[in-house]
């Protein structure tokens, strides 16, 4: 691997434990300012010192985000859809690796839309990026993207969906977690990081989701809204901080989480 690679990946995966916790919140660039993230600074900034990575669109990057401050970026690079229209896995390279390196992203992201209309075209996406990205040692970040269909989020589907991400040449995946995830994670050659997907019920199903992955071998969560439309956004990521990179369970991680709620309560923030 070329040291810029590797470099660029050791800013988002810790070298001391391997894993990483990245704040996923691109959501935007498809469905527009989203419960929570309608002012990005706002819902960035007091979770910013407990990210490894932020995952963010080059708009927010620029205008939401201190650039002295800031996390390793995994930058969004594909789109050309919105949720207006029928068809969202209609993707396409939106930003080039001029951008990307004028940025200094840590990474690319793109979304793979395996099973969709547009499989040919987001594999060729995928395949296109890695060629342009590993000119300069850029990592490519692919997302296991299911659309509407939420219930594809099985290990048949996605073994299949991040095995092949892996075979065109993505450095890392990012997917969702599913029963049998050990499955996913032997037969992907690289490292396999979690979304949450719409938040759940309680913050406590978001541990228990993120503890299960890291059991089963994901390397790290890429988590958006269980984090940010939680009730309490800093004290959530701290947990996550602990469930990945400090071994905790999901008792002693939701543990974390209500001392936090209750310092966040008396200070009068979360
Ligand atoms: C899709 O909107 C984005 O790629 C998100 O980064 C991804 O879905 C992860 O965020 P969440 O944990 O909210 O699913």
């Given at each position: 691997?070329?040291?810029?690679?590797?470099?660029?990946?050791?800013?988002i995966?810790?070298?001391?434990?391997?894993?990483t916790?990245m704040?996923?919140?691109?959501?935007?660039?498809?469905?527009?300012?989203?419960?929570?993230l309608?002012v990005?600074?706002?819902?960035?900034?007091?979770?910013?010192?407990?990210?490894?990575?932020?995952m963010?669109?080059?708009g927010?990057?620029?205008?939401?985000?201190?650039?002295?401050?800031?996390?390793?970026?995994v930058?969004?690079?594909?789109?050309?859809?919105?949720?207006?229209?029928?068809d969202i896995?209609?993707?396409?390279?939106?930003?080039?690796?001029?951008?990307?390196?004028?940025?200094?992203?840590?990474?690319?992201?793109?979304?793979?839309?395996?099973?969709?209309?547009?499989?040919?075209?987001?594999i060729?996406?995928?395949?296109h990026?890695?060629?342009?990205?590993?000119?300069?040692?850029?990592p490519v970040?692919?997302?296991?993207?299911?659309?509407?269909?939420?219930?594809?989020?099985?290990?048949?589907?996605?073994?299949?969906?991040?095995?092949?991400?892996?075979?065109?040449?993505?450095?890392f995946?990012?997917?969702?977690?599913?029963?049998?995830?050990?499955?996913?994670?032997?037969?992907?050659?690289?490292p396999?990081?979690?979304?949450?997907?719409?938040?759940?019920?309680?913050?406590?199903?978001?541990?228990?989701l993120?503890?299960?992955?890291?059991?089963?071998?994901?390397q790290?969560?890429d988590?958006?809204?269980?984090?940010?439309?939680?009730?309490?956004?800093?004290?959530?990521?701290?947990?996550?901080?602990?469930?990945?990179?400090e071994?905790?369970?999901?008792?002693q991680?939701?543990?974390?989480?209500?001392?936090?709620?209750?310092?966040?309560?008396?200070?009068?923030?979360h």
């Amino acid at each position: 691997m070329d040291w810029g690679h590797e470099n660029r990946l050791a800013r988002i995966f810790r070298p001391d434990t391997r894993h990483t916790v990245m704040l996923a919140a691109d959501h935007g660039y498809f469905l527009g300012p989203i419960s929570k993230l309608q002012v990005p600074r706002d819902t960035l900034e007091p979770l910013i010192p407990y990210a490894d990575a932020l995952m963010i669109t080059r708009g927010v990057a620029r205008t939401s985000v201190d650039p002295a401050t800031a996390p390793a970026l995994v930058l969004r690079v594909s789109g050309g859809a919105s949720i207006l229209k029928d068809d969202i896995a209609n993707e396409g390279i939106t930003v080039s690796i001029k951008e990307a390196v004028r940025l200094n992203a840590s990474a690319v992201a793109l979304s793979l839309f395996i099973g969709s209309d547009y499989e040919h075209q987001s594999i060729l996406n995928l395949s296109h990026l890695v060629d342009e990205a590993q000119e300069y040692g850029i990592p490519v970040l692919a997302v296991t993207a299911v659309g509407r269909e939420l219930e594809k989020r099985d290990a048949r589907y996605l073994a299949l969906a991040c095995r092949i991400a892996a075979e065109h040449g993505a450095s890392f995946v990012k997917t969702y977690y599913c029963e049998e995830f050990e499955k996913v994670v032997e037969s992907c050659p690289v490292p396999l990081v979690i979304a949450g997907g719409p938040k759940l019920e309680t913050a406590r199903d978001a541990l228990d989701l993120a503890y299960d992955a890291i059991k089963c071998g994901a390397q790290g969560v890429d988590m958006g809204r269980n984090v940010w439309q939680a009730e309490a956004p800093v004290a959530m990521i701290r947990a996550l901080r602990a469930i990945v990179h400090e071994g905790a369970t999901a008792d002693q991680a939701e543990e974390i989480l209500r001392a936090g709620r209750v310092a966040g309560a008396l200070a009068g923030v979360h």
